[in-house]
């Protein structure tokens, strides 16, 4: 099954297409969602604030990137960023709708399709591990930026707004045990591949 999709992924019909929709899915995203806030804060911090259009940007770079040179440090690094950028606001994304629909909110276009176009994203940060293994220091350096992003978001201001009725605290919460949990369970992977790598003499 995994080198069925490996293989898919591959295709460049399917490869391109992934890479240019996730590079006009950032900028709409920037654009419409993240455009008004971006005016309020420094142009410095907004890295860390568009983090779902920075996701799949991510990715259409990592896709091709590490499927050509799985063994290159920096393709290894941004496609280690891109697996827990697209995990972790895709699950965000999804627990935020599901928030809005259990309280004040009602099942819209824009909800529902957003609830789907996030859930790929998950999907999509994981098949990039089909194409490599990260090194420790990888998940150590991305597991920083998303430390950091998450104290800069409930701690220093900077989260997505959210409608009455939706908890941010709950999903301040869930958004510290997603990124604890994937650097946990990257870290046990690249400790595994590295156990199975063979000695250099």
Do not use: C
């Amino acid at each position: 099954m995994t080198d069925r999709v490996r293989a898919f992924l591959s295709y460049p019909l399917v490869e391109w297409g992934l890479v240019i929709v996730n590079v006009v899915g950032f900028l709409v995203g920037a654009i419409y969602w993240y455009g008004p806030q971006m005016r309020l804060i420094a142009p410095w911090l907004w890295p860390w604030l568009v983090d779902s259009p920075l996701s799949v940007l991510g990715f259409a770079v990592a896709l091709p990137w590490i499927r050509r040179r799985p063994r290159d440090w920096w393709a290894r690094l941004i496609a280690t960023w891109s697996v827990i950028s697209n995990v972790k606001y895709g699950l965000w994304t999804v627990l935020f709708w599901a928030l809005w629909w259990w309280g004040p909110g009602t099942f819209t276009l824009e909800s529902v399709t957003m609830t789907f176009t996030h859930s790929v994203m998950v999907l999509m940060g994981l098949s990039l591990l089909l194409f490599y293994r990260p090194a420790v220091a990888h998940v150590v350096v991305a597991g920083a930026w998303f430390a950091l992003n998450d104290y800069l978001d409930y701690w220093g201001g900077i989260a997505p707004t959210v409608p009455p009725g939706v908890d941010l605290r709950l999903l301040q919460w869930e958004q510290v045990a997603v990124t604890t949990f994937l650097v946990v369970w990257l870290l046990t992977l690249s400790r595994r591949e590295s156990s199975l790598a063979p000695a250099r003499g």
